[in-house]
């Protein structure tokens, strides 16, 4: 029964590591090519390309987070009793981006074209100012504030499984410092340039589509030992 339920556990995480890999490695030619600028003189002459974009960039994210689940089931026991905690706020780290990327999307070309100047302040490091000099932004309340806890989620998420992976090395060093870098600038996006953004979707999906080929060529299966750690 065991050895049934550690093959059938085997064959799921690399069923989602392989599912994982192309759109992870596709993210960060997302954001240089399809993305498009951050400024509504860039984005209201492609509105509906930009909100296309930001579907595609979505699902990849979606799609990359199904390698986080890939990890947890290969190597849980060798991350220790941290291990769901790990998950759940990588993975919720994981959804909350792409839930800013599908906000962003349908809201973003409306905000652009009926107000460009608040719009391409807000998209900038000056998003606070603008919010206090707009009586139409503080009318949405705490809800305003959502995207900023939805980013310090990926913050910590991604910060927390870089630094197990660096503390219990079941993967290569290389990969957690990848995690930590690309989901403290994922989390921080709007506060550094394009090229720098694109650094971080490049660091997040070379981790996780490192991560899932070595899971696709790990000959270990799964076990269910209960770990000390």
């Not at 290969?74 to 991350?79: C, P, Q, S, T, V």
């Not at 941290?82 to 759940?88: D, G, N, Y």
């Not at 000099?133 to 980013?151: D, H, K």
Request: one cysteine or more.
């Amino acid at each position: 029964m065991k050895n049934t339920l550690s093959a059938s556990v085997t064959h799921m995480a690399r069923v989602l590591a392989g599912v994982s890999i192309l759109p992870a490695l596709f993210l960060p030619f997302y954001e240089a090519f399809l993305h498009g600028g951050r400024r509504a003189v860039e984005i209201n002459p492609r509105a509906a390309a930009y909100m296309t974009a930001h579907m595609i960039g979505a699902y990849c994210t979606i799609l990359a987070g199904f390698g986080l689940i890939a990890i947890y089931l290969h190597y849980h026991e060798r991350i220790g009793r941290i291990a769901p905690l790990s998950l759940i706020l990588a993975l919720l780290g994981q959804l909350s981006y792409a839930g800013l990327l599908f906000i962003d999307g349908f809201f973003n070309p409306l905000f652009a074209h009926f107000d460009p100047a608040l719009q391409t302040q807000f998209h900038s490091p000056d998003f606070f100012q603008a919010v206090t000099q707009s009586t139409l932004l503080q009318s949405f309340g705490i809800a305003l504030y959502t995207p900023f806890l939805m980013s310090l989620l990926c913050i910590v998420g991604y910060v927390l499984l870089g630094a197990i992976i660096l503390l219990k090395r079941f993967l290569p060093w290389p990969i957690g410092v990848l995690f930590l870098a690309g989901g403290i600038i994922l989390g921080i996006d709007l506060m550094v340039p394009m090229w720098v953004e694109i650094t971080g979707y490049a660091a997040e999906g070379v981790a996780v589509a490192w991560s899932a080929l070595l899971i696709l060529r790990s000959k270990t299966p799964t076990t269910f030992i209960r770990s000390a750690a």
